[in-house]
């Protein structure tokens, strides 16, 4: 049984803007007391959303007031619609509304959408105030919520508007997991795996041994995943901030996974996580396609998505017009578009990613016709 007192720190190596990850369980209810001497000024902006705020906004809240903390809190529709210029600029308006100045500091405390859309606002809300991740998905406390990634979604595609800005400190309180449903777990853990898909076999097979026991709540196995994980984009992070070189990596399955997001309206028929697993699932068949990958990786890596459940074709997924000219139009416009390339992160094997901008036209339209529903 994993010891509940203790949690596990990761740094993010960035210099003076170097923070901690905490993983462990109960750290909700002890966040007053671990954020209070990062704070310029006693008086923190919570932003949530109505289903995280249910299970934990009073266990912050109470946590807060034991140290002294004073808050304002926002609470926001749940899904991708609130990331848009629309929620940024209701959650501005509430926070000019409410006081806030530059000694003010932002909370994110839910998964990846509050985090992104929150940590955006910070990044332009008087030019820049501190905010602190509470990550309360495993999708969020896997990737999202680490690295200073921030934005919100366009009609054209998704995280086209954003900025780069790391938060004061991630608490990644594991115990959040108990109250997800399993199709939220089951898109987070696409997040997971990608880290042994990139770069780290052996953490792949760790994977292959552990992933159902960690959908089905072993409490053990989701801290080492989320542990792992977060040491490995630590890595990248501290090493490549900005994404000019090896962060790009990290965007394993994502140039397929934005393409069917955007097509299927960001709507919750497809989720991102889950659109994940599809893109990596096909970033393995384009590469066996290209000859690069062996044929048995890339049915391995379908072998496991298929195992714990996660949907390998897009047959069900509402969308106007499933067809190959339409998604290579999203594809187009992702951020990673470079003079006109499209990029993609292609596999010679399972932990041996690299970045494409090379990939043949007729190879990736015989691909997507394969795979577009008809």
């Excluded at 289903?51 to 529709?77: C, E, F, M, Q």
């Excluded at 991740?133 to 086209?160: E, F, H, R, W």
């Excluded at 996660?310 to 951020?335: C, E, S, Y």
């Amino acid at each position: 049984m994993t010891d509940r007192t203790q949690s596990t720190c990761v740094n993010v190596a960035l210099g003076e803007r170097a923070y901690d990850i905490e993983i462990g369980s109960d750290l909700i209810a002890t966040a007053g007391g671990k954020i209070a001497n990062l704070l310029a000024t006693p008086r923190v902006f919570i932003v949530t959303d109505e289903n995280v705020a249910v299970h934990w906004l009073d266990v912050l809240t109470a946590s807060l007031r034991d140290a002294g903390i004073d808050y304002a809190t926002k609470i926001l529709p749940p899904g991708e619609q609130s990331k848009s210029f629309a929620g940024v600029e209701d959650l501005t308006h509430w926070l000019l509304d409410h006081g806030v100045d530059r000694k003010s500091t932002l909370i994110a405390l839910g998964g990846g959408v509050i985090g992104d859309l929150t940590g955006f606002v910070a990044a332009i809300t008087l030019r820049g105030i501190p905010f602190i991740q509470i990550p309360t998905s495993l999708l969020a406390q896997v990737d999202s919520s680490v690295g200073g990634k921030t934005g919100i979604d366009m009609p054209q595609g998704k995280n086209l508007v954003g900025a780069f800005h790391q938060p004061l400190m991630v608490l990644a309180d594991t115990g959040t997991l108990d109250t997800l449903p399993r199709r939220q777990l089951l898109a987070g853990y696409a997040e997971v795996v990608k880290y042994g898909l990139i770069n780290d076999r052996i953490f792949f097979e760790w994977c292959e041994s552990h992933a159902a026991a960690l959908i089905d709540g072993d409490a053990t196995a989701r801290r080492h995943a989320v542990e792992m994980s977060c040491r490995a984009k630590a890595d990248v992070v501290a090493a490549d901030e900005r994404e000019a070189g090896q962060r790009a990596l990290l965007n394993l399955g994502h140039t397929f996974a934005h393409a069917f997001e955007a097509e299927a309206g960001f709507s919750d028929d497809l989720l991102h996580g889950e659109a994940v697993a599809l893109g990596c699932l096909h970033a393995f068949d384009l590469s066996r396609r290209l000859g690069l990958c062996p044929g048995q990786d890339h049915e391995r890596v379908r072998a496991h998505m298929t195992s714990l459940g996660f949907q390998t074709t897009l047959d069900n997924i509402a969308g106007p017009t499933w067809t190959p000219d339409v998604i290579l139009r999203h594809m187009g416009k992702d951020k990673k578009v470079e003079a006109g390339q499209i990029t993609f992160i292609l596999c010679r094997g399972i932990g041996e990613a690299f970045v494409s901008r090379e990939v043949p036209a007729d190879t990736l339209n015989a691909l997507l016709s394969d795979i577009l529903p008809s």
